[in-house]
């Protein structure tokens, strides 16, 4: 007979994980390093530019640091533009510089 919150014993996980909790398989730490990050420039105290490469593709990435345990790690609030949206972006700094040069 069914029973309301009990799990069945001899039944395994449909996905093959067997942990002994019996939840979800648990997410790996990324193995990624620091090292392979090109710093162009600090725009602020915890605000930088960055080239890297993520996912095989390279992106220039403009995020928020902070400081944790005497590292500087990578925050949430940031963008990771791709190859064609750094070209995008580029080919616009003209009309982007008149609009604020209009508002200012």
Not at 49 to 57: A, F, L, N
Not at 64 to 81: A, H
Not at 87 to 96: A, S, T
Request: with cysteine; proline share 4%.
């Amino acid at each position: 007979m069914w029973r309301k919150g009990k799990k069945r014993q001899d039944e395994e996980s449909p996905t093959g994980a067997n942990d002994s909790d019996g939840g979800p398989p648990r997410k790996k730490a990324a193995t990624g390093s620091d090292e392979e990050d090109i710093v162009v420039c600090d725009i602020s105290k915890n605000r930088r530019v960055s080239v890297r490469c993520w996912q095989g593709k390279i992106v220039v990435d403009i995020r928020e640091f902070y400081s944790k345990d005497g590292k500087e790690l990578p925050g949430k609030k940031g963008i990771s533009l791709t190859m064609d949206q750094w070209n995008i972006l580029k080919d616009h700094i003209g009309e982007i510089d008149k609009a604020i040069a209009e508002n200012a």
